[in-house]
């Protein structure tokens, strides 16, 4: 069974951090890229990184703007989010996704369930 679980949003205030977590098992982590995307109430998802399966190439959405850094760690099956400098317009469910092909046109096949990240002003 394929499980992606994020963790590691929460509250922090407008300049502060968090790092989240995805958790990966249940298919061949180390042969497909990872993405995270973001959701706010009433808006449309929106891309914010994805790294390729071997971790030599990563992009990140243009508002993230040097605040946020993607990385992930093939032993312990886990991608993760570096999220520094937040503005409360990073206030969103962010969620995890994994999938396979060409970095330039990655097709999701995995996704978790989400984890709420709130910046206060």
């Known amino acids: 069974q394929v499980k992606l679980v994020e963790s590691g949003g929460g509250l922090v205030q407008a300049g502060g951090s968090l790092r989240l977590s995805c958790v990966a098992s249940?298919?061949?982590?180390?042969?497909?890229?990872i993405g995270w995307f973001r959701q706010a109430p009433g808006k449309e998802r929106e891309f914010v990184a994805a790294?390729?399966?071997?971790?030599?190439?990563?992009h990140y959405g243009d508002f993230v703007k040097g605040r946020f850094t993607i990385s992930r760690d093939s032993a312990k099956t886990t991608g993760y989010l570096q999220m520094n400098s937040l503005k409360p317009e990073d206030t969103a469910v962010y969620y995890c996704?994994?999938?396979?092909?060409?970095?330039?046109?990655?097709?999701?096949?995995?996704w978790g369930q989400g984890t709420q990240v709130t910046v206060s002003s």
């Open positions: 249940g298919y061949t982590f180390n042969s497909h890229h």
């Open positions: 996704a994994s999938g396979s092909g060409r970095f330039d046109s990655v097709e999701y096949e995995y």
């Open positions: 790294i390729s399966w071997s971790g030599d190439t990563k």
